[in-house]
Each structure stands twice: as C-alpha cells, then as structure tokens.
C-alpha cells in the first residue's frame, strides 16, 4: 500500500482511536483541541511520509508524534497547562506527570466511553449520529454531508453544536454506573440502530460510502457486546439485525445502483457467514426475559434470509410484526406487517387493512396497494401505482415502480 492509499487507511482506523484517549485525558471540553491535535499529525504525515518515505510502523508513528503533540502543548500553554492540572487533580501537570496511555486496552476504553458520551440524550438523534461517524468512525463533513444528502455547512454546524452543547453540559467521559447503563444503552442501540439505517436504506449514490455506513455501526455494536458491563440481550439483538440485513447487501442493488426487490434477490449472492453470526447473536440475545424491538426485528430479518417462501414463514413474520407494534407503533411497520399478511393469509384480507392505514403521502403505501390489486383489479393496480410514482423521490423507486405500471 503506497502512501496516497494508506494515509486514508490509518485516518479512518486509528483517527477514532487518537482522539478518544485524547478526548479522556483532556475532558469534553477541550474536544476541538484533541481533535486539532489529530489532523495535525495526520497532516504532518502526509507531508514527511512523502518526503522522507513510510516507517516501519506507521500506526506507532502516528501514535508517537500525537503523544508528543499533547506533552508539547502542556508544557508550553501555561494557561491550558494550568486548566488541565485542575481538572485532572493534578498539582502540576508535566510531561512527566500526565501519562498519555495508548495501550490497547485505554483505546478500547476510551472509544466505549467516548460512544455513551456522543449518544447523551442532552443532544438531539441527528447530532448524535454525526457526531458518531466523525468522532467514533472517522468521517469526514464531506462524507456525512452525501450521507444525509445535505450540505458540508449543515453538518459542521450539527457538529459544532452538538460539541458546545456536551461542553455546557460538562458530561464526563466515562461509563455510566452499572444501574444506569441500561437506560443509557438504550439511546446508544438506537444510535447504533440510525447510523446503520443510514447505510442500508440511504438514498445516496455512493455505495462504498454505504456499506462504510454499515460496517461501522457493525464494529460499534460489536464493542459493546464485547464488554461485560454492555453485553446486554439487546445489544446482542441489534447486532444480529445488522447481520441478517448485511448478509443480503450485495444481493439488494444491481450494478447502477438501482434497488431489486427482496423476490427477485439471487440468494446465492447473500453471506452464508454474516447469516450464521446472525443466528448466533439471535441466541446470545436469548438470555434473561427482556424482549425490545431489536429481538423482533432480529427475529423478523432472520426469516428473511429462509428460501423459498412458506405459509408457516410468513405466518410467524406475521406474528412478530403484531408484537412488534405492540411495543413500538409505526406507520412503517404497520405497513410491512401488511405485506406479511398478504403472503400469510391472502391479497383480499391485506387490501382492508392496508387501506385502513390511509398513508397516502407515502410511496410504498401506494406500492403496496398496487400489489395487492395486480392479481384482482389490473386498473385499480396501475392506479395505485401511477400515484406511487408521483411522490416517489429517487430514480431508482421511479424506475422500479414504471416498470410495474407497464407490466399492468
């Protein structure tokens, strides 16, 4: 890997790792210094490592120069030094007196801390989710900003307010007591839940971008299974989802980019071992009595992953969805329930209930019921259709919907 390709590599990988532990030692409130700190040393290895060549270890050079960075700062800014030595209890900070840790554990630590920190409810959910990609997962404003289809300055100014707002909230980096971290958990698994969301049903061109998405909030989620005092059922059931959903990613899109419906996805294109951890975290996600609506949704994913479509498969996706709203009520879900119970007991009973729900500034709504009448009504069908097209907003739902009228 020459140096174009591998400074990229090292910001999205160690990026996340340098300015958590830097974000611990100094507090919440000096987060844009931490962050200087690391674009500083990023910056300086690109303009060394293309003149004097790569090191021998590249990820121990950056880790180096940051520590260095940091002691320098503290030794030379009397004012920060002084801030500092008070919040950290320390009569004098030194170089010698501060220890930088970049041990592997602290930088585990560190990111676990820093992700109950950006998930604090004292900000809003989308600020948390870019927080998350730029602090936890390296991303850029730019990558975020064709995440979320918006603009570089919108998604500074997210960020930005979201930091000041931690700042005056003084919130501490650390894990929350064991009695609250449940409830805490609960925030950063819908966090978690969002940024993977994002990735898998974004609209965005940008598939590398995409499944970056999903990786991340993969390898979040996985951290906090990881650890004893977060390895609860729930967050073993949202990583099971992020499984059974990732396992048919490539499956999902054809090669414009343009979405293939679940029928028509070729299941040998679907990861055997993404479905296997899936089911494996399914059964993890067993223990004790809670149910959340990550077991369902888990649960609901995993019989989508089971070729080909059976009454007793759509029956029991049918039962999962009416648990399913009954602890968390959505328009979407009541919307998918009725698809399963089209296949579970018939177009004519789902066409009544469909009907009840009367989404009708949504596309899938009229997609769905276009669906249901294809068999039965071809004209109520391409109506129902044609007035999907009309509020559907990318070229890929477009498409996919002309194709449908025509085929009326």
Not at 96 to 111: A, C, G, P, R
Not at 151 to 160: A, C, F, P
Not at 231 to 255: D, G, I, K, V
Request: charged fraction near 25%.
């Amino acid at each position: 890997m020459n140096e174009l390709e591998l400074i990229p590599h090292l910001f999205r990988t160690e990026y996340r790792k340098i300015i958590s532990v830097l974000c611990k030692l100094l507090g919440i409130a000096h987060i844009q210094t931490a962050e200087d700190i690391t674009s500083n040393t990023f910056l300086l290895a690109s303009e060394t490592w293309g003149q004097k060549g790569i090191p021998a270890n590249p990820t121990a050079w950056l880790y180096t120069v940051s520590r260095n960075k940091t002691l320098d700062l503290l030794r030379h800014n009397k004012i920060f030094n002084e801030t500092i030595s008070h919040e950290l209890n320390h009569s004098k900070a030194s170089n010698e007196e501060i220890e930088i840790d970049l041990s592997n554990k602290n930088i585990y630590d560190s990111q676990l801390q820093m992700m109950f920190v950006i998930c604090n409810p004292c900000i809003s959910t989308q600020d948390q989710i870019c927080l998350s990609l730029n602090i936890l997962c390296g991303f850029g404003s730019e990558e975020i900003a064709d995440a979320f289809l918006s603009n570089k300055e919108t998604i500074y100014k997210r960020m930005r307010r979201a930091k000041e707002k931690l700042r005056s909230e003084k919130i501490k980096i650390e894990l929350p007591p064991q009695a609250e971290i449940n409830k805490r958990l609960e925030t950063v698994l819908t966090t978690l839940y969002l940024l993977f969301s994002e990735g898998y049903y974004s609209i965005s061109k940008n598939t590398i971008l995409r499944k970056d998405l999903c990786i991340e909030a993969m390898r979040l989620n996985l951290m906090l299974t990881e650890n004893e005092q977060t390895n609860t059922p729930s967050a073993n059931a949202l990583l099971s989802l992020m499984c059974f959903h990732s396992s048919r990613y490539e499956a999902r899109t054809n090669q414009n980019g343009d979405l293939i419906l679940y029928e028509e996805q070729d299941e040998s294109l679907w990861d055997k071992e993404l479905i296997r951890l899936g089911e494996y975290y399914l059964n993890q996600s067993s223990r004790g009595d809670q149910l959340s609506k990550f077991h369902l949704e888990a649960a609901i994913a995993y019989w989508h992953t089971n070729k080909p479509d059976t009454t007793e498969k759509w029956e029991n996706i049918l039962q999962l969805y009416n648990k399913l709203l009954r602890i968390e009520y959505s328009s979407i879900t009541a919307l998918n329930r009725t698809y399963a119970l089209a296949k579970a007991n018939g177009n004519a009973e789902a066409i009544v209930e469909a009907e009840k729900l009367n989404l009708t500034d949504n596309h899938f709504y009229f997609t769905l019921l276009g669906e249901l009448f294809k068999d039965s009504d071809s004209k109520k069908a391409k109506l129902n259709f044609q007035k999907a097209l009309l509020l559907a907003k990318t070229n890929s739902d477009k498409l996919t919907i002309q194709r449908k009228i025509e085929k009326c």
